[in-house]
């Protein structure tokens, strides 16, 4: 592979950057880092603990390697961000290894590319959850865990070991069910018996639960030790047989609380436009899979589709079977299917005809059409911007696109090129212009910076309605009260900032309470984009009214 090819990683990861510098979005990602602000000041790195009450949802490396990051940095969104972008170049590193082990050179830079310049990964890099790092450990798991199946080398265990164990830290035990689909459907295929029934893979249990442990003894002096305590309304008898089956395959069997409306198609669609701009590429190459699987009956003697087949393909059946879905449930197995993608892509450059080839360049030029197309829409139509550098940089984007469209050298330029420039652009777009303007209806995140700036946080309270936002920006966990009247008595004394919605704002209009300030704001949940929220024309309905009034209560 050609090293001028490696410059695209350049623009990837300024795209990157410039996320990172981005306000956090409601509710998970503001809600993590509010956990982790309240971790570093509470000292306490066991149990975890939301606005003071038990929190069981997720395990605590997120929380672990921001609340570091606030100590080392000072508490910001760079920071924040900072310690999940690393681990996201540590899952394309290792996506880039892996596929050079499988298939080549040019086969892992393909899959590094892919993996980095799919819409998923630019998403996790700015809307920072705990995917980023799942997926990651996830990868390098599998990666280390192969090289100890093929090479037998004790370290490579023990580094698959804590890879599962981080990925297991991160999200449960979906770190520990996708290396062992990837490597076991792989073994059991190649009918490698000796590899598979090797007494080492013992090993890895063992190890995974040494690095756990200091996370299931806090679990158990947090919840088992004394049983009973309410999470979501339901009271728990085992934080660790929640942390270890309820909360990941409860969600499948039904005994987990979380459930919704959602098909067992979602993750279909959900994938299509995820994985952008390379989805029919995947398509395409996981067809072929399947029939090169079927067509062996299963018995692959050579080869290695099956260890990415197997990771992909049975843990994203088991995602569509869950009674709840949200998207980035799937972008764990992401890395294997850059690595499927990759394989055809190279065995397209290298034994492909010039007219497939020439199939695949226009294929590719309608995805990028479609990817600048919603790009301008979105910073044209939906939410217009005049910067002149903002629209010099997007239409060198264009420009270059069809440039290599038309003027390539090689089946990489006319097919690859244009595609990753078109995704980069479009992030480019979001993270400079869309990202930015949305965060204006965040109005949580508004409120708390125009309080923290007037060095009044420590007078700022909500009235009926929590928001993380609220605790991110002021940077302390921020009193919510049910009543006026609670709030006034508390405060009693004090002239006071309070965020509320419009039932708050109309009580404290008829309370009477002097009022030396009313800013008014106009707030949407930004997560859950609605096209009638993008279109102007019906923006409108969609907002709510959101409340900073400043009250004399002395």
Not at 172 to 180: F, H, R
Not at 245 to 268: A, C, N, P
Not at 334 to 350: K, W, Y
Not at 364 to 373: D, G, M, P
Request: glycine share 6%; hydrophobic share 50%.
């Amino acid at each position: 592979m050609k090293n001028k090819y490696y410059i695209l990683f350049i623009p990837i990861g300024l795209v990157y950057l410039i996320g990172m510098f981005n306000d956090v979005m409601e509710v998970d990602a503001s809600q993590y880092a509010a956990m982790s602000r309240e971790m570093l000041q509470s000292g306490n790195y066991l149990q975890l603990y939301d606005r003071g009450q038990n929190y069981l949802d997720k395990p605590p490396l997120l929380f672990w390697v921001s609340a570091l990051s606030y100590k080392l940095f000072g508490i910001s969104n760079f920071a924040y961000k900072l310690p999940s972008v690393l681990f996201s170049l540590l899952g394309i590193l290792a996506t880039f290894c892996l596929g050079k082990r499988l298939y080549g050179v040019k086969a892992g830079f393909y899959a590094a590319l892919i993996l980095a310049s799919c819409q998923a990964w630019f998403m996790m890099n700015q809307d920072i959850r705990t995917d980023t790092i799942l997926a990651a450990c996830t990868i390098f798991a599998i990666w280390q865990l192969f090289l100890f199946m093929d090479e037998q080398k004790f370290i490579h265990l023990i580094s698959g070991s804590i890879g599962v164990a981080g990925a297991m830290l991160t999200k449960g035990p979906i770190g520990l069910m996708v290396p062992a689909l990837s490597i076991g459907f792989y073994l059991l295929v190649k009918r490698d018996w000796k590899n598979l029934f090797n007494w080492k893979w013992l090993l890895v249990p063992v190890m995974v639960a040494i690095c756990i442990s200091p996370f299931l003894y806090g679990l158990y002096q947090q919840y088992d030790s004394q049983p009973g305590k309410l999470i979501q309304g339901e009271p728990i008898k085992s934080g660790i047989k929640f942390y270890l089956w309820t909360q990941s395959f409860g969600r499948i069997t039904g005994e987990s609380v979380w459930k919704d409306d959602t098909t067992q198609l979602f993750f279909t669609h959900t994938f299509l436009w995820a994985f952008l701009p390379w989805c029919v590429l995947f398509v395409v190459a996981l067809w072929r899979d399947t029939i090169q699987l079927l067509k062996t009956r299963m018995h692959l003697v050579n080869g290695y589709t099956a260890l990415t087949w197997g990771g992909f393909v049975f843990p994203f059946i088991a995602f569509s079977l869950s009674h709840y879905k949200l998207p980035h449930y799937i972008f764990v197995i992401f890395p294997l299917a850059a690595i499927m993608s990759a394989n055809f892509l190279d065995c397209l450059m290298e034994n492909g005809t010039t007219l497939w080839q020439n199939r695949w360049k226009w294929a590719q030029a309608f995805v990028a059409l479609i990817v600048f197309t919603l790009g301008i829409l979105l910073c044209t139509w939906a939410f217009p911007t005049q910067h002149f550098l903002f629209w010099i940089t997007t239409l060198i984007g264009i420009a270059a696109s069809i440039y290599f469209i038309w003027k390539g050298t090689s089946a990489f330029d006319k097919i690859v090129i244009p595609s990753a420039i078109a995704i980069i652009t479009l992030n480019f777009m979001l993270n400079t212009h869309f990202y930015p303007t949305l965060f204006r209806y965040t109005t949580s995140n508004q409120a708390a910076k125009f309080v923290k700036a007037q060095s009044q946080q420590e007078n700022f309270y909500a009235l009926n309605h929590i928001s993380y936002g609220l605790d991110v920006y002021s940077q302390r966990t921020t009193p919510n009260f049910d009543t006026l009247r609670t709030l006034l008595e508390r405060t009693k004394g004090n002239v006071i900032w309070v965020y509320t919605h419009e039932k708050g704002h109309q009580e404290i209009l008829k309370s009477g309470m002097p009022v030396l300030e009313n800013k008014k704001m106009e707030h949407f949940h930004i997560s859950t984009l609605s096209m009638l929220f993008i279109n102007p024309a019906t923006r409108k309905k969609e907002i709510e009214n959101r409340y900073l009034i400043k009250l004399d209560n002395r």
